[in-house]
């Protein structure tokens, strides 16, 4: 079954804990990206990779890393979690785009994050 | 930027009617891609619906279709006899193709709808 899995689905820590959320797709997409969605904002984009090697900020990086050595995982990683980090967190991968054109984006199932 | 606004946060309507969601959004550019994602309470982030820009006839997938108003920067989604199963947050994302790369996908704020028996 085509899938990307995220996992933890739930994690409560404290600050300054270091955690990873991982995130693996089976349908060999180039495109992985990471999101975080907060009540009133939607879901902002945090990093993308369009390849392996590749990754670049989104439109609130700070406070984490990701690394793309596979092409099939693209981990988030949050090296001293913050209260404000505290959010729901999505990954999604997608084909490259050929000729043009856009292929659509396959969520994961979300990971909820509380940082106490 | 780019950016898309959900002027509507909640909205509510009796099962088997039709409502609409609206979703407007501001970009320079002349090619995009549209989308309209579904989160219900398990929180899944659903493909519903997209619409490429270059594409002058609205899209349909089954009971949801799409106003297309590409003047006036619009994308709304209509629901036709609507059904418990569509109580969700509902998204309006936008995104634009670069060369061979995806570029982020913008989303609106949500809306929240509610299907009442």
């Known amino acids: 079954e085509a899938q990307v899995t995220q996992n933890p689905r739930y994690l409560i820590t404290v600050t300054g804990k270091k955690l990873t959320v991982t995130c693996s797709q089976n349908?060999?997409?180039?495109?992985m990206s990471w999101y975080r969605q907060d009540p009133g904002l939607g879901l902002r984009q945090i990093y993308y990779?369009?390849?392996?090697?590749?990754?670049d900020k989104g439109d609130v990086p700070e406070g984490y890393k990701v690394s793309r050595k596979e092409k099939r995982n693209f981990p988030l990683i949050l090296e001293s979690p913050s209260p404000n980090q505290t959010s729901l967190y999505f990954c999604?991968?997608?084909?490259?785009?050929?000729?043009?054109?856009?292929?659509?984006?396959?969520f994961g199932d979300g990971t909820r994050l509380s940082i106490l | 930027a780019q950016t898309v606004t959900q002027s509507q946060p909640e909205m509510s309507v009796q099962e088997a009617e039709t409502v609409t969601l609206s979703c407007t959004y501001d970009t320079s550019e002349n090619n995009y891609y549209l989308f309209w994602y579904k989160q219900p309470p398990s929180r899944q982030m659903i493909l519903v619906i997209r619409q490429e820009a270059y594409k002058q006839q609205n899209a349909t997938e089954n009971r949801f279709s799409v106003n297309f108003q590409k003047a006036a920067k619009s994308f709304s989604l209509k629901i036709s006899d609507s059904q418990l199963g569509d109580t969700a947050m509902y998204f309006c994302a936008f995104m634009i193709p670069l060369g061979l790369g995806n570029t982020p996908l913008v989303f609106g704020k949500g809306t929240r709808l509610s299907v009442i028996a």
């Open positions: 349908m060999n997409h180039e495109y």
């Open positions: 990779s369009m390849n392996v090697e590749v990754t």
């Open positions: 999604a991968s997608s084909l490259g785009v050929g000729q043009g054109s856009v292929q659509p984006q396959h």
